[in-house]
């Protein structure tokens, strides 16, 4: 696929959409942090730690998005990622409880559940 070098712009619109999804969709409990570096076979990425709450956005600095529209989608998707990342984290510990399953299923419903509404409001 075509790739080209991301710039000052790309990078500022994909941290913009990230900011401005964090706060629509109320997600307040993480810190977070972005950067541009290189990656492998991937646009962006989300990389989070959900014992500290911290969440590194990624952007690559070669991305085979050509518009504004592509970089915000993308920045959605890696939203996307953050809402699961608790269940994901828990999974990689390869030893939870049913409670602490639960407990990380019913986080996402409640986001979920949250957004919605405000997508029927």
């Known amino acids: 696929m075509k790739t080209r070098k991301t710039t000052q ?3 500022d619109v994909f941290k913009s959409e990230i900011e401005r ?19 492998e076979n991937s646009n962006a990425e989300c ?33 996307c ?4 990342a608790d269940i994901g984290d828990l999974v990689n510990a390869r030893f939870v409880t049913s409670d602490e399953v639960y407990r990380a299923a019913e986080v996402v419903a409640r986001k979920l559940g949250s957004i919605f509404m405000m997508l029927n409001a």
């Open 21 to 39: 999804l964090l706060d629509k969709f109320h997600i307040s409990d993480w810190r977070v942090k972005f950067s541009l570096e290189k990656l």
């Open 9 to 11: 712009k790309d990078f």
């Open 81 to 84: 990622h953050l809402l699961v």
């Open 47 to 79: 990389s989070t730690h959900s014992v500290t709450r911290i969440c590194s956005f990624y952007l690559s600095t070669e991305i085979d998005l050509f518009n504004d529209d592509e970089i915000k989608e993308t920045a959605l998707h890696e939203i």
